[in-house]
């Protein structure tokens, strides 16, 4: 299994300014992603964070809102650029030690308010 | 394309009574299924894997290829049940993310 410390826990932000979530595992883990889960809804994969290469995303996720950086296969960080009150949400790290039908481990979540 | 199909959104019971969370799939391959569970401000995690085969918590999902379905089952609900249910499927191979259903809300009532 994979321990999964996801930060900050919560935040307020105000409109126009970013934040960065950070995601960090204690072992090193092939495959990491970012969802946004709006509450008790689904998931919707917004990228997966490559080590060493740019993170590749889904449609309707673009680098220049969401950029990703995975500096090594313990940790990755998800910035949520120029906010606005519909990115208003959970955020959430996954990891995956990246063989075909492994198990996904979850972090706790962000939960991102933006007024 | 792969897809995960959870018809129901809500799903309501009595304490005692038996569950059934149906689960459909679309994929062309071999994959691996799975039911995760997010109970009340908890994180997801997993609750069973079809290659395990293994019953948790009283729940069970059986893999039927023919009728592309997983469906997850227990026998008497219980009020801690409560929670919301995904089903999710991985490509055997390859290094891709899960393909989530849309998720089920399992509410138990005393």
């Known amino acids: 299994s994979a321990v999964i410390s996801q930060k900050p826990s919560r935040d307020i932000c105000q409109r126009g300014t970013s934040l960065t979530i950070q995601c960090q595992v204690d072992s090193q883990v092939t495959m990491m992603f970012w969802y946004r889960q709006q509450p008790g809804q689904s998931l919707t994969l917004i990228a997966t964070a490559n080590q060493g290469s740019e993170a590749t995303y889904e449609s309707g996720f673009v680098i220049d809102k969401f950029p990703i950086s995975r500096p090594n296969l313990t940790f990755s960080t998800l910035t949520v650029s120029n906010m606005s009150p519909e990115d208003s949400s959970i955020y959430l790290c996954?990891?995956?030690?990246?063989?075909?039908?492994?198990?996904?481990?979850f972090g706790a979540g962000t939960r991102l308010s933006v007024l | 394309a792969q897809r995960v199909t959870q018809p129901e959104k809500l799903l309501s019971v009595f304490k005692g009574a038996p569950v059934e969370l149906k689960c459909n799939y679309s994929y062309s391959g071999s994959p691996e299924l799975f039911w995760y569970v997010q109970y009340s401000r908890q994180r997801l995690q997993l609750l069973l894997r079809h290659i395990s085969r293994e019953s948790i918590k009283g729940f069970t999902a059986d893999l039927n290829k023919g009728e592309t379905s997983f469906h997850l089952k227990k026998p008497f609900a219980q009020e801690e049940d409560s929670a919301m249910y995904y089903c999710?499927?991985?490509?055997?191979?390859?290094?891709?993310?899960?393909?989530f259903g849309k998720g089920t809300r399992l509410s138990v009532i005393a």
């Open positions: 996954s990891v995956a030690t990246g063989t075909g039908g492994d198990i996904q481990y």
């Open positions: 999710a499927l991985s490509p055997l191979s390859g290094n891709t993310p899960l393909v």
